[in-house]
């Protein structure tokens, strides 16, 4: 492949992953703002994981975090966003990412395409300490906004205790003193009416 053509796959690739700011989460920005993006979602978390570094569990390589962080849900454009508690949705999620991961990341140069895929994977299997601080700073970013909207997604979506700790109580593996911020705001919510007591 000469430079001409790398660069034009590398090009191929950004404009592609412009898409992701079209693909809406649930979250809504805080001052009860509109729905955030994936794309902001992941800006907001690469910069936490820099800032929130010292609190990883264990050492970690800060770049790859951040970049785990930034491409994680790049496969959303095809597969679209899967609300944390659609119990329907999860259920495809996996056949839908991967899919989109190849199509997405088959745009790269070869080399290019193996290694963020690697990145991804990695994220995904959640083994190795990056991987385990990039998903804590995954949970953490949606939580810390949900509150600073009074609990408003929570409630729409009428979201219960045990929910949200199922799907927050892996943060511990990745830092347990976020952890303790995490277990500090759920239970602010639910003695304020914001998530539901589990039934």
């Not at 600073?148 to 799907?167: I, P």
Request: hydrophobic share 35%; glycine share 6%; charged share 30%.
């Amino acid at each position: 492949m000469n430079m001409d053509e790398r660069l034009e796959k590398q090009l191929a690739f950004a404009l592609e992953i412009d898409k992701e700011k079209n693909i809406l989460r649930q979250t809504h920005l805080s001052g009860h703002g509109r729905r955030e993006n994936d794309a902001e979602h992941a800006w907001h978390m690469a910069i936490m994981a820099y800032l929130l570094r010292e609190y990883s569990n264990e050492e970690v390589d800060i770049g790859k975090v951040m970049l785990m962080c930034l491409i994680h849900d790049i496969v959303e454009i095809d597969a679209g966003d899967t609300y944390a508690y659609d119990a329907k949705g999860l259920t495809t999620q996996k056949a839908r990412e991967d899919a989109a991961k190849e199509r997405i990341f088959s745009l790269l140069p070869e080399d290019q395409k193996k290694e963020l895929i690697g990145l991804f994977d990695e994220f995904e299997e959640f083994q190795t300490a990056e991987s385990k601080f990039a998903h804590a700073m995954d949970n953490l970013q949606p939580l810390m906004l949900n509150n600073s909207n009074g609990g408003g997604d929570w409630r729409e979506h009428q979201v219960n205790a045990d929910q949200v700790y199922g799907r927050q109580s892996k943060t511990s593996l990745g830092s347990k003193k976020l952890y303790e911020v995490t277990d500090q705001i759920i239970r602010e919510n639910i003695k304020q009416g914001n998530i539901r007591e589990s039934d």
